[in-house]
Nanobody, 123 residues
Framework: QVQLVESGGGLVQVGGSLRLSCVTS????????MGWFRQAPGKEREFVGT????????QFADSVKGRFTISRDNAKNTVYLQMNSLKPEDTAVYYC????????????????WGQGTQVTVFS
C-alpha cells in the first residue's frame, strides 16, 4: 500500500510558476515510478509527466514539455512538479500517482493516487 499526499496548489497569474509536492509513504520511493496527472472540469484526467524510480529519467505530455519538470528526492520520499510559464489551460486539479513501472501514461496503469491539489491560473 502506498499513500500519496499532494500540496502546493493555489492561484497564480499567467506566466507564473508553482511547485507541487507529493509525499509518499508505505513503500520506498526508489522502487516506484511516479506520475503527475491533471483533470480540468468536464474533462478526462490527462497525463502530465512521469519520472523513473531511480535514474531520474522523465517523460512529459507535449502540452507541458519545456515548461514543466519533475524531480524526486528519495531521501525525503517526495516528488516535485515544477510548473513554469503557466497558462490558463493549465488550470486543473493535479494528482500524483504511483505505478510499478516507468513509462506509463494512462491513468489506468497507475495503482495509487493522491487526493489532488487545485491549480488555478488567471489572467
Amino acid at each position: 500500500q502506498v499513500q500519496l499526499v499532494e500540496s502546493g496548489g493555489g492561484l497564480v497569474q499567467v506566466g507564473g510558476s508553482l511547485r507541487l509536492s507529493c509525499v509518499t509513504s508505505g513503500r520506498t520511493l526508489s522502487s516506484i515510478a511516479m506520475g503527475w496527472f491533471r483533470q480540468a472540469p468536464g474533462k478526462e484526467r490527462e497525463f502530465v509527466g512521469t519520472i523513473h524510480p531511480s535514474n531520474g529519467l522523465t517523460q512529459f505530455a507535449d502540452s507541458v514539455k519545456g515548461r514543466f519538470t519533475i524531480s524526486r528526492d528519495n531521501a525525503k520520499n517526495t516528488v516535485y512538479l515544477q510548473m513554469n510559464s503557466l497558462k490558463p489551460e493549465d488550470t486543473a486539479v493535479y494528482y500524483c500517482a504511483a505505478a510499478g513501472h516507468y513509462g506509463y501514461t494512462r491513468p489506468d496503469d497507475y495503482t495509487y493516487w493522491g487526493q489532488g491539489t487545485q491549480v488555478t491560473v488567471f489572467s
